[in-house]
C-alpha cells in the first residue's frame, strides 16, 4: 500500500533522525571552532595587554580620539 500511515510515519522519522543527527554534527564543529576562536582571542588579548605594559601603560595613539572630538 503506497499510502499506508505506518510507512507515512516510519519514513517522516527515518527523515527526521537524518536531520537531527546532521544538526548534531554541525553542532559539534561549531563547538570546536568556538573553542578555537576562543583561545585565539585571549591570546591575541594577552598579546595587547604586553603591548600596553611595554608602552607603560600608555595609550596606544590608535585608541585616541582625535582633537576635534
Known amino acids: ?3 499506508d ?3 507515512n510515519l516510519e519514513e ?3 527523515h527526521l533522525t537524518r536531520t537531527v543527527e546532521d544538526l548534531s554534527d554541525i553542532v559539534a564543529r ?4 568556538i573553542t578555537s ?3 585565539r582571542i585571549a591570546m591575541l588579548m594577552q598579546r595587547e595587554a604586553g603591548r600596553e605594559a611595554d608602552n ?3 595609550v596606544v595613539l590608535a ?5 576635534h572630538w
Do not use: T
Open 12 to 14: 517522516q522519522i527515518a
Open 56 to 58: 607603560d601603560g600608555s
Open 30 to 33: 561549531q563547538e570546536s571552532e
Open 37 to 39: 576562536l576562543s583561545r
Open 5 to 7: 500511515p505506518i510507512n
Open 63 to 67: 585608541d585616541q580620539k582625535p582633537p
Open 1 to 3: 500500500m503506497p499510502n
